[in-house]
């Protein structure tokens, strides 16, 4: 059981770059999320979704797209990439809902 | 708005002695609870929950402490061990299976030996 898993660990863009951050889950979990954390913020929602071919926005949603066409995975993309985006970006899975979720190691991504 | 609030960003305590983690909310919608232990380099881990028709819940030594006239809540840890110094986020969601968690910013816990 590999739990959550993103790719990549580390990823530096130029801006106006795309680039999408993979996410993907092996516990059948049907609600995923993204967030991202930066320093003195804690931990902000971009993106959740509650089952394949279901998503919706969070608290930061703007510059970001999502999609989840199986259960398993859920790839978040920066469509042209900004300095403000540079952030270290977590996913997470959960049964249903906002109960206990398991989180991804992160990708740490930098915007120059 | 910040709807969950950490006010204090560090805490600093003696191995042995009794860490305690405050967390205030705004929204009273919020009916579920949450901790989570964050390493660096590492992604948030689940640590203890409470829901809100209880006002205490206790695993091993950490036990969630739940106000709900005040919204607030704290996060014990005795004794307290310098494998616990991380980084802690309270978290917290309105009932619905569908519901999303929002987060304080967290705080850093520092167990001195």
């Known amino acids: 059981n590999a739990g959550v898993t993103q790719t990549p660990k580390f990823q530096v863009l130029k801006t106006g770059q795309s680039m999408t951050l993979q996410c993907a889950q092996d516990?059948?979990?049907?609600?995923m999320s993204w967030y991202r954390q930066d320093p003195g913020m804690g931990l902000r929602l971009i993106h959740y979704s509650v089952g394949a071919g279901i998503t919706d926005q969070g608290e930061v949603p703007n510059g970001y797209n999502v999609s989840r066409s199986t259960t398993e995975d859920f790839p978040l993309r920066l469509l042209s990439a900004a300095p403000s985006q540079t952030s270290v970006y977590f996913c997470?899975?959960?049964?249903?809902?906002?109960?206990?979720?398991?989180f991804g190691p992160g990708t740490r991504l930098t915007v120059t | 708005d910040q709807q969950v609030k950490q006010n204090s960003p560090s805490l600093s305590v003696q191995e042995g002695r009794i860490s305690i983690l405050n967390c205030d909310y705004t929204n009273s919608m919020f009916d579920y609870f949450l901790w989570y232990k964050k390493y660096p380099a590492e992604g948030p881990t689940f640590l203890i929950s409470?829901?809100?028709?209880?006002d205490k819940n206790e695993d091993g030594r950490f036990t969630v402490f739940l106000n709900k006239s005040a919204k607030h809540l704290s996060l014990h840890i005795v004794p307290s061990q310098p494998g616990d110094s991380a980084v802690y986020f309270c978290a917290a969601s309105e009932a619905g299976a569908n519901s999303k968690l929002t987060f304080g910013k967290g705080i850093t816990l520092s167990v001195r030996p």
């Open positions: 409470i829901s809100s028709i209880k």
């Open positions: 997470a899975s959960s049964f249903q809902g906002a109960t206990e979720q398991y």
């Open positions: 516990m059948n979990h049907e609600y």
